[in-house]
Nanobody, 121 residues
Framework: QVHLVESGGGLVQPGGSLRLSCAASGSIFNIYTMGWYRQAPGKQRELVAGITSGGRTNYADSVKGRFTISRDNAKNTVNLQMNSLKSEDTAVYYC???????????????WGQGTQVTVSS
């Protein structure tokens, strides 16, 4: 099986920065896309940023210009650099990856356990 583990969450003041990391481990033949989602209290889970294996990125309008997603294909990791954080960014952030575990398997979505990001003074 494949495991995704997030790290880097925590408490930060408005205007501050955090860097989230997600490491995929287990049986991995190929990771196609990776991304970050978040879910705030009373809100539906939403896509924050995504990145393909080729480096193509997309962002939610609310984070464009402030967040940057990147990945290291050799290390099976994806990062989210978050700058100029706002209170509205407070949420549980989840790592997502579309993974082909073996050459015989179909690609499957995997999710991390989530990491809390709290932006507050």
């Amino acid at each position: 099986q494949v495991h995704l583990v997030e790290s880097g969450g925590g408490l930060v003041q408005p205007g501050g920065s955090l860097r989230l990391s997600c490491a995929a481990s287990g049986s991995i033949f190929n990771i196609y896309t990776m991304g970050w989602y978040r879910q705030a209290p009373g809100k539906q889970r939403e896509l924050v940023a995504g990145i393909t294996s080729g480096g193509r990125t997309n962002y939610a309008d609310s984070v464009k210009g402030r967040f940057t997603i990147s990945r290291d294909n050799a290390k099976n990791t994806v990062n989210l650099q978050m700058n100029s954080l706002k209170s509205e960014d407070t949420a549980v952030y989840y790592c997502n990856a579309l993974v082909r575990a073996t050459v015989r398997d179909a690609a499957t979505d995997y999710w991390g356990q989530g990491t809390q990001v709290t932006v507050s003074s």
